[in-house]
């Protein structure tokens, strides 16, 4: 007598990976679109902070700072988003990659806060065909 687990039998054959799948669902899916994805999260602070920096309720170093800790916070908590999602904030890494916090020690070539805001604002428009696309 044959004994079976998982829709497999404990003989030589290779386990069914529908049958492996189902026992082992995903702990988080990926937020594909703004709309998926939760304000308390550490995206969706993301967001909201993208979204301040457009309305100029917070400047480029409070921006900066915030933003980059959610992004910590994000990967630390295994937060995942779709591939459009996930093109717009990483177009926003890249950009502070460019973009010096402290004022005092600027290079010429980094970014200021107008530039920074408006790349920001560029990327955050972006967002809605992350919305229609999904």
């Given at each position: 007598m044959?004994?079976?687990?998982?829709?497999?039998?404990?003989?030589?054959?290779?386990?069914h990976i529908a049958a492996v799948s189902?026992?082992?669902?995903?702990?988080?899916?990926?937020?594909?679109?703004p709309r998926d994805?939760?304000?308390?999260?550490?995206?969706?602070?993301?967001?909201?902070?993208?979204?301040r920096l457009q309305e100029g309720a917070v400047d480029g170093p409070t921006f900066a700072r915030g933003w980059l800790g959610e992004?910590?916070?994000?990967?630390?908590?295994?937060?995942?988003?779709?591939?459009?999602?996930?093109?717009?904030?990483?177009?926003?890494?890249?950009?502070?990659?460019?973009?010096?916090?402290?004022p005092a020690i600027r290079d010429a070539e980094d970014l200021t806060d107008g530039e920074?805001?408006?790349r920001v604002a560029a990327a955050f428009g972006k967002l809605g065909d992350c919305d229609a696309g999904s």
């Open positions: 044959q004994r079976k687990t998982h829709g497999i039998s404990t003989q030589s054959e290779a386990p189902a026992d082992y669902p995903p702990l988080n899916r990926p937020w594909k679109a994805v939760p304000s308390g999260s550490h995206t969706g602070r993301q967001l909201a902070l993208m979204r992004r910590r916070g994000a990967m630390a908590a295994g937060e995942r988003v779709g591939d459009a999602l996930g093109s717009v904030l990483d177009e926003v890494f890249y950009t502070l990659d460019d973009y010096t916090i402290d920074l805001q408006r």
